[in-house]
């Protein structure tokens, strides 16, 4: 039994890096499932959704302490029953612990469009653009290399961290437009985006110019490259995109993981008479 969890572990592992999670994101889930499987006295095939739902609810509230984490956590064991052991779980019962998923944080275009063009700096805006409009990951962003984007084709290339699978994403006129005259101005090397030395730009550096630009547009509101992601994927919906050429265009693993966007898409419907109200 002990070598068939393992291998279960191992097909979760490399579903999880398949579906472009990065490495922290695949250690933490995969500590959260192993230390469950170490204290089952059968095979976890057998475990209903009862079982694991008061495993849960044993565990989270005490364990971790922000809806951040707890998201974290159950979304570890959702993962791993449904995409390995091919079960239907929702697990989100979780008796009397008031445990609520949170939906993403997003931003309206009206505010995405704001913070785009307040900065006059050529990389700083070529960075957001590319963010929002190709709804890339702080570590697409990073890793893109120059030989990855070929403005004659109007694609970018994202390659996953072990490079066995990669993504090709077609880009606008615009925004090849505006690739050219950022690397004709700053003529990078390797990386697209490079920073001291000729080495990759850093996260922190990304994380503080959203930060610069939401205070200088005035927007009360905490945001990072996700939060530029999931806007896109809400505003898409909004559009009546579909939601499997949305989860392709994101390169999300399953549908299931775009659903949640609808959800969104719904609550702002609801405020529509809001803002009509407003004129009068």
Excluded at 104 to 113: A, D, G, S, V
Excluded at 120 to 139: A, D, P
Excluded at 154 to 176: G, P
Excluded at 188 to 198: D, I, S, T, V
């Amino acid at each position: 039994m002990e070598n068939y969890h393992n291998e279960l572990l191992r097909k979760y592992v490399q579903y999880l890096s398949d579906c472009r999670y990065t490495n922290s994101t695949i250690n933490a889930y995969r500590r959260f499932v192993k230390e469950y499987l170490t204290k089952l006295d059968k095979s976890v095939s057998e475990v209903d959704e009862v079982k694991i739902t008061c495993y849960l609810a044993n565990n989270i509230m005490d364990i971790y302490h922000t809806n951040s984490a707890r998201d974290r956590f159950v979304e570890a064991f959702i993962l791993f029953f449904n995409n390995i052991l091919d079960k239907n779980y929702s697990m989100f019962g979780i008796a009397g612990k008031n445990y609520e998923p949170k939906l993403p944080n997003t931003l309206t275009r009206l505010e995405i469009k704001k913070i785009i063009v307040s900065t006059t700096n050529l990389k700083h805006r070529t960075i957001l653009s590319l963010i929002y409009f190709l709804g890339f990951k702080l570590e697409d962003l990073i890793n893109l290399k120059l030989i990855d984007v070929n403005i004659a084709k109007n694609e970018i290339i994202i390659r996953n961290t072990d490079k066995k699978k990669l993504r090709i994403i077609r880009i606008s006129n615009k925004l090849c437009k505006l690739l050219t005259e950022y690397t004709n101005y700053y003529l990078p090397k390797q990386w697209l985006f490079e920073g001291r030395g000729n080495g990759k730009y850093s996260n922190r550096s990304v994380q503080l110019l959203i930060k610069n630009c939401m205070k200088r547009c005035r927007i009360e509101q905490n945001a990072s490259p996700s939060t530029f992601r999931h806007s896109l994927a809400t505003h898409l919906i909004e559009n009546g995109i579909d939601l499997h050429l949305v989860k392709d265009y994101l390169g999300m693993c399953t549908v299931k993981s775009t659903k949640k966007y609808t959800q969104l898409v719904k609550i702002q419907k609801l405020n529509l008479s809001n803002a009509i109200e407003k004129g009068f």
